[in-house]
């Protein structure tokens, strides 16, 4: 695609419910990042991907959190037994690769609200 | 510990004049990536420019450009010609050369451009 995809845009869920979210990044980008913005913060970190290397899962914030990237494209960040601190903007973003110059190509991101 | 540091949380520009956004960085690493991204209310982060860290000259895209101070480690923006549509969140962020090309993003400026 043209950029990169996330869906759903928005989601609402009941405290204590499992919830997936998905990312369709740059075809040909090998790197696939995670972050989550909460309300006026800036991003953090979650979750990287780079081709076939084991993720770097640094960031998660509690073992409810997981992702996977199956193919090497298509990303699914899984939030397990919400909590209504997981309110926030998830945004997923690829690059070409690796490296202090690779500029990150960001989705828009979901909105998850947890009631 | 590796940070990006933006102390102003809002800002006011009159329309067709010039703002400086203000960022400061640490990192221990001596190559680094230092880039701003722009977040209008849709959400989506868009890239506006890069510098690295062994570049010799400022970077300039358009109506941006990087003031880069490596000694004082700053990388303040300076827009010009400020437009209506520039009114959004701006964020400061680093890719330190140790990490994995995970960006670490300040908490942000709200630009606003009056008319």
């Known amino acids: 695609g043209a950029g990169v995809s996330q869906s759903p845009s928005n989601k609402v869920t009941e405290k204590g419910k499992d919830v997936e979210l998905r990312c369709d990044p740059i075809?040909?980008?090998?790197?696939l990042y995670w972050y989550r913005q909460s309300l006026g913060q800036g991003l953090e970190f979650l979750i990287y991907f780079q081709g076939n290397s084991a993720p770097d899962k640094s960031g998660l914030p509690s073992d409810r959190f997981s992702a996977e990237r199956t193919g090497g494209s298509v990303s699914t960040l899984t939030i397990q037994r919400t909590q209504q601190e997981d309110s926030a903007v998830y945004l997923c973003a690829s690059s070409t690769m690796v490296g202090v110059n690779e500029k990150l190509f960001f989705g828009s991101g979901t909105q998850l609200s947890v009631l | 510990a590796q940070k990006i540091t933006q102390t102003q949380p809002g800002m006011f520009v009159q329309e067709k004049e010039a703002v400086t956004l203000d960022c400061t960085y640490d990192t221990s690493d001596p190559s680094y990536g230092l880039f701003w991204y722009k977040q209008p209310s849709s959400g989506e982060m868009i890239f506006l420019i890069y510098?690295?860290?062994?570049?010799?000259q400022n970077a300039t895209e358009g109506r941006y450009s990087l003031n880069f101070q490596k000694a004082r480690k700053s990388a303040n923006l300076v827009i010009s010609a400020s437009q209506l549509g520039d009114s959004a969140m701006y964020f400061c962020a680093m890719i330190p050369g140790g990490s994995q090309g995970n960006l670490i993003f300040g908490k942000g400026t709200k630009l606003s451009v009056k008319p």
């Open positions: 510098q690295g860290s062994y570049d010799q």
């Open positions: 075809s040909g980008h090998t790197a």
